[in-house]
Structures are given as C-alpha cells and as structure tokens.
C-alpha cells in the first residue's frame, strides 16, 4: 500500500509569484484534504476535494485554489504570494465513510 | 473556533503516565488524535466518535465526553519514543471531516 506523497520538498519563492503543490493520495482514499501550518501552530483546514470538486474551504482566500485529478491526486495553487504565506502545507487523504486521514510528509514553503 | 488543549507542554521520565486535554467550545461530532515529531507529517493515532466512546491501542487510549465537549488522550508507561507535539482534531460530520486542529502539546519523555 502507497502512502500518501508530496511534492517538491522545499520550496523558496518570491513574494507575487505564484506557487504549484502537489499531492498523491494513499491507495484506495477518495478525498484529499489540504492544510497550511506556520511554526509551532497546529495545522489549519484550506480545502477539500471529492469526486473533483471542492468539497468544504476553510478560512482562506480565493488565491488559494486547487484541482483533484481523476486518480485522486491533488494540486494547491497561491497565487500573489504573500510573506505570511509561509509554512508547511500538508495534504491529507481518507476514504468517505472513515474518518481518519493520513497524512503526507508535506512541502515547506519560504516566501521571501 | 480552535480547541484548546492542555498542558501547553509536559516533560516525563521514561515510564511515566500522561493526560492531555482537548476541549472545544463547539459542539463535537468527532475527535482525531496526532502526533507530530520535528520536521514529520503528523500520524493518525486515533479516532472517537460522540457517545462517550474509549478506543485504545498498545498504551495509548482516549476518551470523549460529548456532554462536556471534551477529549482526553491517555498515555501509559511513556516510552523515548512517544516524544512529540499531539494534536486533537475536532469535526464535524463523519465521512468527509474538515478538521479544526487544537493548540498543540509539546510532550518529552526523557531517559
């Protein structure tokens, strides 16, 4: 069984630019929920994603956007990077009727 | 709104016993437990739905008080290994949760 993945590692942009994440779903899950968490914060919800649509947004504005793919897989757009956009962003994937998510290693992004 | 959790952080000895505290202001449906180490994703310890449900695994186990709006994560004999920052997060509705993820605790076991 694959875990879920991310992609790149790492990521140092500047301030404007805009920003492509990707995400790789656990075999077998159906959803993937996406994350932002800043230093010493817990993880705060952006979005979610079932069937290829957005299924929920949390507290985030519209330049945070995203795509799943028909495999489950998963994009997150910034665009206008900000400095406070900094942080790792985690995307997370489950299967509907359970519950629990697993989560990806995550990408740290710097904006500077 | 953001579950608190408490302590904000607790050092052990290897063997000792821990709580941690997850309380939310909202009505819950259901609590996840996580536990973060430095630099790492966080790993899906375990899961209680509404209903005063306790669930466990090896020394670990948690219980919700839906009355109280509570959740209480249970740590037994701690082991070197349990180090970490745990995290309660509280949803909503089962099946497809949007996660509110609470403040966090630092726990360090120490030799």
């Known amino acids: 069984e694959t875990g879920v993945t991310q992609s790149p590692t790492h990521l140092i942009k500047t301030r404007g630019q805009q920003v492509t994440l990707r995400c790789s779903s656990q075999?077998?899950?159906?959803?993937v929920s996406w994350y932002q968490q800043a230093l010493g914060q817990g993880p705060q919800f952006i979005f979610q994603?079932?069937?290829?649509?957005?299924?929920g947004r949390g507290n985030f504005p519209p330049r945070f956007s995203g795509l799943q793919f028909p495999n489950y897989s998963s994009e997150l757009n910034v665009n206008a990077l900000e400095l406070d956009d900094s942080a790792l962003y985690l995307c997370a994937s489950s299967t509907t009727g359970k519950g629990e998510q697993y989560f990806g290693p995550g990408t740290r992004l710097t904006v500077t | 709104q953001q579950p608190v959790q408490s302590p904000q952080a607790v050092i052990l000895r290897e063997g000792e016993d821990a709580v941690i505290n997850c309380s939310s202001s909202k009505a819950l449906y259901s609590v996840h437990w996580y536990r973060q180490k430095h630099g790492e994703a966080p790993v899906f310890l375990m899961i209680l739905l509404k209903g005063g449900e306790q669930k466990g695994h090896d020394k670990i186990s948690a219980s919700f008080n839906e009355k109280k709006q509570q959740s209480s994560l249970y740590l037994t004999a701690s082991q070197l290994s349990y180090s970490g920052t745990y995290f309660c997060?509280?949803?909503?509705?089962?099946?497809?949760?949007?996660?509110?993820f609470g403040t966090g605790t630092r726990l360090t076991i120490i030799p």
């Open positions: 997060g509280t949803g909503s509705n089962f099946g497809n949760e949007k996660l509110t």
């Open positions: 075999s077998g899950h159906n959803t």
């Open positions: 994603y079932y069937r290829e649509e957005e299924n």
